[in-house]
């Protein structure tokens, strides 16, 4: 090949000045006879760290900067023929030792004195080739590279006309050198882009006009340059102002490379950064992003409002501190399966703890982002607070809800399910049960047993329950050891009373079996309270009688069963007649305290006296207790009127002091269970100054056993007093002879009942009422029998060793005044 032919005419050879403002470094290096760089650009220091001097000083640099790797490639490089453009990329160290692939384009020619000349163009192509080693298809790269390998440069006079640009302007912008000559640089600025955003110093430097003289240094700006198409492209523009031989300036220089594709990608991934940022901040749900190790990259506003802790926080923490403790192991295993990609994005409801320790709920969803590589990278997650929607969902829930302990429904859900099935039956025109099951001495167990006993008794009652009645049944456990079942309207005949009695009694025998709790072993049994459903029956009403039915059952005795019916209701209504009556009673203090003497037997002195109270009706004059006083107990009044009694006691002890001895006040079981009964007793003692040994509190074994400890721990305080605790109605009770001795009891009073059936021979209640009576001075005790109405009777008890009496005999229950003699 001709040495000196090229391909067209060598273009004017521009000045050195502005080769050296080239973006890309270029140079002159003979090859033959002997290496040495004629000469290099300036921006070789800035890329290698040598002057341009040091390498014109020592020819042997070159060589020492290449890495050893690439010495074949170089010597492939200098042999290569003359004018025929070639290209390589060869690695080289820099002053600091840094690496760098260096691309060069070069083109060798011989000049007429016989030298080999490379003429190169040397590009920093380090960045290019670390992306490089990751892609399998160099050959593509290469490709990409020359595809926009092409600068351009020009220059412009001190009035921004441009008096040169490089033939590669054909190229990359597709103007012809000779269209641009001529024409202000300025022209070229696309005028679609915010020159503002490019600052007044660079713009002046790249349109060439006004004063660039006190512009020093290299200036750079990516910038829209117009194509001959009109259709703007992105170039990095790299200027400097050029000075003349005066050392005035009178021009720039400018180099312009392609940057076009990787600005448009550039912008478009700012752009959707910028919208995702946008959405992300905009956003009336919660974001947040975590990385796949559960930490927070970040959180949206609202995701911090919905947690009430700042963004500080909430990158500082990880995914597990987000939910509740109760959903924590939950959150994790989504969290992980997202995160390694086995579900692509999962939603959920979860409970959060926000920075004010508030629990709320909350809705999300957790997705999974991949790299371009299609690799898990980081996950987003979307929360919505619940709360609101939850709270008035888990309302409704509560209805439906189950009781946790059996599993069956509650009050609420079976009263809700009762007024739906009532709507059938009446549209059926036909009938359904309630039945009310209740345990009976259930608190016997879980006093004795423990409530964990308790408890599983009540799970094992609600599956045999379940298991007996018929499969539309519907059953709630209502409160403690009380079951409520629904039976269903049977679509023909609806069921009769019969036939839901069966129902009952086949569940108190599933009930009544043998059950074992712990090392122990019980047999419950239940009563049950039955309700038929009449044509204006509400839920709450038929709830309430099957209730009472149950109550009468119960008041019959243990395991029995009773239909709310007609003389029921009415005993029902007469209660509650009789409550309303007893509580203005109470308010218009119509309750009076009888005295009943005791008496010595062996003498018949009054020793002693016992308060019985009588109700003085405003029309049915004095009423005896049995008509008041199970509604006063059932109700809780016989607390207030107890406390007349005592009250009135008190008064006359203190008003009459010539009254013999003790008096005797019955106390109720509910009035010993109120944990104020001492304090009661000693106020009522204190207000009237009464002396505590003149009082003994009357109570029954059952009053007593119902209430052990209770119990024992209140009499025993009352008799540290000095006030007589009396066991009444002894005899009638289920409890042990033990009680006595365990009981801190002054006395025991003979039931009447054992006084009515003594007879002068031998009998089973003589031999019992001497075994008492024995029993009594055994253990030191005031005995006193009750009931006393005949001559007879008080020579038998005395005879069977009881000290003390009362009764009609000696005198009937009379106001205190009777007795002041
Ligand atoms: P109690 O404590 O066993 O009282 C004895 C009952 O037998 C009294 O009936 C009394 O009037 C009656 N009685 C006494 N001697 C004879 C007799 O010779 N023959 C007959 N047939 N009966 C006799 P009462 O006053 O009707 O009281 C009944 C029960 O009511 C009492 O039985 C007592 O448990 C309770 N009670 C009376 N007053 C009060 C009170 O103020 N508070 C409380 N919580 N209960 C009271
Ligand atoms: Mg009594
Ligand atoms: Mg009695």
Redesign the pocket.
């Known amino acids: 090949m001709d040495a000196h032919s090229g391909p067209g005419p060598a273009p004017a050879t521009p000045p050195r000045d502005l080769l050296d403002q080239l973006p890309d470094v270029v140079y002159v290096a003979e090859v033959e006879p002997r290496f040495r760089i004629e000469y290099v650009s300036d921006g070789i220091t800035e890329l290698l760290g040598w002057t341009p001097s040091e390498f014109y000083a020592d020819p042997g640099l070159v060589r020492r900067g290449l890495d050893p790797r690439d010495a074949d490639q170089l010597a492939q490089f200098l042999s290569s023929p003359a004018g025929v453009p070639f290209q390589v990329t060869l690695r080289w160290r820099t002053s600091r030792g840094r690496l760098l692939f260096l691309q060069h384009r070069v083109r060798s020619r011989w000049r007429a004195d016989g030298v080999l000349l490379a003429y190169g163009v040397l590009r920093d192509v380090t960045a290019t080739k670390a992306v490089e080693k990751h892609l399998v298809d160099t050959e593509r790269l290469y490709g990409l590279l020359s595809e926009h390998a092409s600068d351009v440069v020009y220059q412009a006079d001190a009035a921004g006309i441009v008096r040169y640009v490089s033939p590669s302007v054909r190229q990359t912008l597709g103007w012809a050198p000779a269209d641009l000559i001529g024409r202000r640089a300025g022209d070229l600025l696309a005028p679609q882009q915010d020159l503002d955003a490019i600052d007044e110093q660079r713009r002046r430097l790249y349109e060439g006009v006004g004063d660039v003289g006190d512009i020093e240094g290299v200036a750079e700006a990516e910038m829209l340059v117009l194509t001959s198409s009109g259709s703007p492209r992105w170039m990095a523009a790299r200027g400097r102002a050029v000075r003349g031989d005066d050392g005035q300036p009178n021009g720039i220089v400018v180099g312009l490379r392609d940057v076009h594709d990787q600005v448009v990608s550039r912008r478009a991934l700012a752009a959707s950064e910028q919208l995702f940022r946008t959405s992300m901040m905009q956003n009336p749900n919660g974001l947040v992003l975590f990385r796949r190790d559960g930490s927070v990259i970040a959180a949206n506003p609202a995701f911090c409002t919905l947690l009430q802790a700042d963004e500080a926080t909430m990158l500082a923490a990880r995914v597990s501190d987000l939910a509740a403790e109760e959903d924590l192991a939950e959150a994790h295993r989504t969290f992980v399966q997202v995160s390694t990609g086995e579900v692509e994005s999962e939603v959920g409801a979860t409970r959060m703890v926000r920075a004010d320790g508030v629990v709320i709920w909350t809705r999300w969803g957790l997705s999974l982002i991949r790299d371009a590589d299609g690799e898990p990278d980081y996950l987003v997650g979307q929360y919505q607070d619940l709360t609101p929607e939850h709270e008035a969902r888990e309302r409704l829930a509560f209805l439906s809800e189950h009781d946790g302990l059996t599993g069956l429904h509650n009050r609420e859900w079976i009263l809700h399910a009762l007024s739906m099935r009532l709507r059938v039956a009446r549209a059926a025109t036909s009938t359904l049960g309630v039945l009310h099951v209740d345990l009976d001495r259930f608190r016997l167990v879980n006093d004795s047993l423990g409530t964990s006993a308790g408890d599983d008794l009540l799970r094992v009652v609600a599956e045999r329950i379940r298991g007996a009645v018929p499969a539309d049944a519907i059953i709630a456990r209502t409160s403690g050891d009380e079951f409520i079942v629904v039976l269903a309207p049977s679509e023909a005949a609806g069921m009769d009373l019969e036939a839901m009695d069966e129902v009952a009694a086949g569940i108190q025998r599933a009930i009544g079996q043998e059950v074992r709790l712990g090392a122990r072993r019980v047999i419950p049994s239940a009563s049950v309270g039955i309700a038929e459903s009449q044509p204006g029956s509400t839920a709450e009403g038929l709830l309430r009688a099957a209730a009472l039915a149950h109550h009468q059952s119960k008041s019959d005795g243990r395991s029995r069963r009773r239909v709310f019916d007609a003389p029921l209701a009415a005993e029902a209504a007469r209660r509650l007649t009789m409550e309303e009556e007893l509580r203005d009673a109470i308010e218009r203090q119509e309750f009076l305290?009888y005295f009943?003497p005791v008496v010595r037997l062996s003498d018949e002195t009054v020793v002693g006296f016992?308060?019985?109270?009588r109700w003085n009706h405003p029309h049915r004059g004095i009423v005896?207790?049995?008509a008041f006083?199970p509604v006063a107990e059932q109700t809780g009044l016989?607390v207030p009127?107890?406390e007349q009694?005592l009250d009135q006691v008190c008064a006359a002890l203190a008003r009459e002091p010539g009254l013999p001895g003790r008096v005797g006040?019955?106390?109720?079981a509910m009035?010993l269970g109120d944990p104020g009964v001492v304090s009661t007793i000693v106020g009522h003692l204190a207000k009237h100054g009464v002396d505590p040994r003149r009082l003994a509190v009357?109570v029954?074994e059952t009053t007593v056993v119902r209430q052990l400890d209770l119990a024992q721990a209140a009499l025993a305080e009352l008799r540290g007093l000095g006030i007589g605790v009396h066991m009444?109605?002894f005899g009638t009770g289920y409890s042990s002879i033990s009680l006595l001795r365990d009981l801190p009891v002054t006395g025991i009073?003979l039931d009447?009942r054992f006084v009515t059936e003594l007879t002068e021979h031998d009998s089973s209640a003589n031999a019992l009422a001497t075994g008492l009576a024995g029993l009594a001075s055994g253990l030191g005790l005031e005995s006193i029998a009750?009931?006393?109405?005949t001559d007879e009777q008080a020579r038998l008890v005395l005879a069977q060793g009881w000290t003390f009496g009362?009764?009609?005999?000696f005198g009937r229950?009379a106001p205190v005044e009777h007795w002041i003699a």
């Open positions: 305290a009943q016992e308060a019985l109270v005896t207790p049995d006083l016989v009127l107890g009694v006040v019955n106390i109720s009035q009357e029954t009444d109605d009073k009447r009750e009931g006393i109405e009362q009764g009609y005999l229950p």
